[in-house]
T-cell receptor
Framework: AQKVTQAQTEISVVEKEDVTLDCVYETRDTTYYLFWYKQPPSGELVFLIRRNSFDEQNEISGRYSWNFQKSTSSFNFTITASQVVDSAVYFCALSEAESNSGYALNFGKGTSLLVTP | EAGVVQSPRYKIIEKKQPVAFWCNPI?????LYWYRQNLGQGPELLIRYENEEAVDDSQLPKDRFSAERLKGVDSTLKIQPAELGDSAVYLCASSLDWQGDLTNYGYTFGSGTRLTVV
């Protein structure tokens, strides 16, 4: 079963629009980590944020913000005033501390974001 | 501090040929992972090492894939013989073990090796 679901396959916005990327996860662990990564066309995975399951405080970093809600098992990512350089594939990932996975990451299928001028 | 280093960056081989990828993790990271990312998909775990020991290789196609991590540092992933369906990006990552302090948990990916089998 897919542990991380990113329902949005592709999103296209015009520059300066706000955009939210959805992520829903599934786990039985009480201790886990959630991640967002950016993968630009060059291919490398760029770390954006890590959140542990005990910290539901939302976070803002410049134009980026994250909304973590355990009640709905969601960890959504919002880009405010999007820019062309934000165009990339964004991955949400889950790492479970209590299973025998050794913190291996379960990735969603990614959301491809296209920001046009 | 150097990140996770992978080589080669790109590799094109004919099917049935062997190929090997190399990974040098971040110094001090005792856990090393190999992931495969197929086109249009998220990365999927192939194998996880804790020091020299492969503790999770359940997703590694053992008929043609092999991996090793000598001395618990560098790692090599090999495919022999390669098939067309092996074309993908192979990513290496390393992390610290959780020492009871959640803030110590670090996870870093290399730039990957893009394999094309023709």
């Amino acid at each position: 079963a897919q542990k991380v679901t990113q329902a949005q396959t592709e999103i296209s916005v015009v520059e300066k629009e706000d955009v939210t990327l959805d992520c829903v996860y599934e786990t039985r662990d009480t201790t886990y980590y959630l991640f967002w990564y950016k993968q630009p066309p060059s291919g490398e995975l760029v770390f954006l944020i890590r959140r542990n399951s005990f910290d539901e405080q939302n976070e803002i970093s410049g134009r980026y913000s994250w909304n973590f809600q355990k009640s709905t098992s969601s960890f959504n990512f919002t880009i405010t005033a999007s820019q062309v350089v934000d165009s990339a594939v964004y991955f949400c990932a889950l790492s479970e501390a209590e299973s025998n996975s050794g913190y291996a990451l379960n990735f969603g299928k990614g959301t491809s974001l296209l920001v046009t001028p | 501090e150097a990140g996770v280093v992978q080589s080669p960056r790109y590799k094109i081989i004919e099917k049935k040929q062997p190929v090997a990828f190399w990974c040098n993790p971040i110094s001090g990271h005792n856990t090393l992972y190999w992931y495969r990312q197929n086109l249009g998909q998220g990365p999927e775990l192939l194998i996880r090492y804790e020091n020299e020991e492969a503790v999770d290789d359940s997703q590694l196609p053992k008929d043609r894939f092999s991996a090793e991590r000598l001395k618990g540092v560098d790692s090599t992933l090999k495919i022999q013989p390669a098939e067309l369906g092996d074309s993908a990006v192979y990513l290496c990552a390393s992390s610290l073990d959780w020492q009871g302090d959640l803030t110590n948990y670090g996870y870093t990916f290399g730039s990957g090796t893009r394999l094309t089998v023709v």
